[in-house]
Structure formats: structure tokens, C-alpha cells
């Protein structure tokens, strides 16, 4: 398996470095400076880029990065991206640094948004996040559930690497969700400690988030409970998905 870092990008994204001896893959090189300046540093080739989707702070420097290394560019076909050499629907297998790695289509937060599920590790990009899921600026509750159920069927031991920094403030809105969740209640302390010595929360695992991400926890009673007091218009899990998600639009 690959070896897997992060690049730090503007205020709170991560740029995944994936290699293999000299060998790189980037996932959603935002911004190009602080990938160059590593793979420099480290005596890199870059040969391939993976994008989730096409928000400038995950392709905005695919234009660089082409220029200087002409690497394949994997992204979603639905969507506009730089550069794309192989475009994506979800479904295929591509090969990364000598790995087999299942492209997942994942819509919801943008309507062609993709996953890369390499063994042991899924590159969510801004589907799933620490005890939070992205945004819909495009799909409906109905797509983003149905992908985060065709996530949460993956192995709990599966290390989710989102693509930014918001564990903490989304362990806020799960403890508003459920307050009596001792698994969700002992990673706020960890989450805690780890960012108060300047340190990343992420990858965090599937089981983890099984346990203490509402919008994984779309049927526990607790959960329905609070979507049907914020809008739920039944206990169905999309209901409750959509209403939970409303919910954290405005905490």
C-alpha cells in the first residue's frame, strides 16, 4: 500500500500526498505552491492527481501542477475540472501507484462529486467528514443519503481522509444531537487534545463515525428524535437526514 500524508492548504484543508518511493499522487490539490514546495522537497514526481469534485479549493491548482509534471488527472466527468485527462462517472477501478482503487459516486454536496476507495482508506473530499458530511449546494438530501449509506457499507476499520479540518466544530452539533452519547462525549476530548497540541483529527475510522456522526445515525432514536423536533416531516431516514442537515446550516 501506498504511504499516505497531508499538505496543508489554505485555512483548513488537506491536500492528501499518496507515494510509493519517489512516486506521487495528490487528491484535490487546491493550491499548487504548497504541493510543489513538497514534492521538491521530498524529490517527487507527481503522476497523477485525484479530484472529488470541482470547487476551486480542490482544483484550483491542477493548471500548475499540469504544467510542470503532466500527470493523469482523474475527476468526475459531470463536472467542469482542469485538465482532466480521465474523466469519471463512478464504478470504474484505476490503478494508483501500483494499487487497485474503486471510483465511488458520491452525489450530494456537488452532483458528480467522487470517492476513491483504496484498501483500508477513502478519499471523501467533502462528502463525509469528521463527525459532519458536506453541504448540498447541488444534490438533494436523497442523493447525499444514499451516499453516505453506500459509504457507511464500507469496513469499519477504513480510514476516512476528508478534506478539511472540521471535526471540532461538528462535534458541537452532534453533542446538540445527542448529548448522551459517551462514544461522541470521549472523542470530543480526544478531538481536543489532539487540536490543542496542533495536530490534525483526521483520518478518523468508519467505525468511529458510525458511532458518533449524526448524519451516519440516521435511524438511532435519539437522532430521529431530534430530526423530527427540527423539521423531520416523518421518521424516515432521509427525512431525518434532511432536517439534521438543516439543523447544522444554521448552528
Not at 500527470?71 to 462517472?89: D, N, R
Not at 452532483?111 to 469528521?130: E, M, V, W
Not at 435511524?219 to 427525512?239: F, N, Q, R
Request: proline share 6%.
Amino acid at each position: 500500500m501506498f504511504e499516505i500524508s497531508f499538505i496543508p492548504a489554505f485555512k483548513d484543508n488537506y491536500i492528501w500526498l499518496l507515494t510509493e518511493g519517489r512516486r506521487a499522487f495528490v487528491v484535490d490539490p487546491g493550491d499548487a505552491a504548497p504541493v510543489l514546495a513538497r514534492l521538491e522537497a521530498d524529490g517527487l514526481v507527481l503522476e497523477g492527481i485525484l479530484i472529488t469534485h470541482h470547487h476551486a479549493d480542490h482544483q484550483g491548482g491542477v493548471a500548475e501542477l499540469t504544467a510542470r509534471y503532466q500527470p493523469q488527472v482523474f475527476a468526475p466527468a459531470k463536472e467542469s475540472i482542469t485538465g482532466c485527462t480521465h474523466p469519471l462517472y463512478g464504478g470504474e477501478r484505476i490503478e494508483v501507484l501500483g494499487q487497485s482503487v474503486a471510483v465511488m459516486a458520491v452525489p450530494g454536496h456537488t452532483l458528480g462529486h467522487l470517492a476513491y476507495a483504496a484498501p483500508g482508506a477513502l478519499f471523501c473530499g467533502d462528502t463525509l467528514f469528521g463527525a459532519g458530511c458536506g453541504r448540498l449546494f447541488e444534490g438533494t438530501p436523497e442523493q447525499m443519503s444514499a451516499s453516505l449509506d453506500s459509504i457507511a457499507a464500507m469496513p469499519d476499520e477504513t480510514r476516512v481522509y476528508c478534506a478539511h479540518e472540521y471535526t471540532e466544530m461538528n462535534l458541537r452539533f452532534a453533542l446538540a444531537v445527542e448529548p448522551e452519547n459517551a462514544a461522541l462525549q470521549q472523542r470530543v476530548s480526544r478531538v481536543g487534545a489532539l487540536r490543542a497540541a496542533g495536530l490534525p483529527s483526521v483520518p478518523s475510522t468508519l467505525a468511529e463515525e458510525k458511532a458518533t456522526n449524526p448524519f451516519l445515525r440516521c435511524t438511532d432514536p435519539v437522532v430521529v428524535a431530534a430530526g423530527l423536533e427540527h423539521a423531520a416531516v416523518d421518521a424516515s431516514k432521509t427525512a431525518v437526514f434532511a432536517a439534521i442537515r438543516g439543523w447544522r446550516n444554521v448552528f
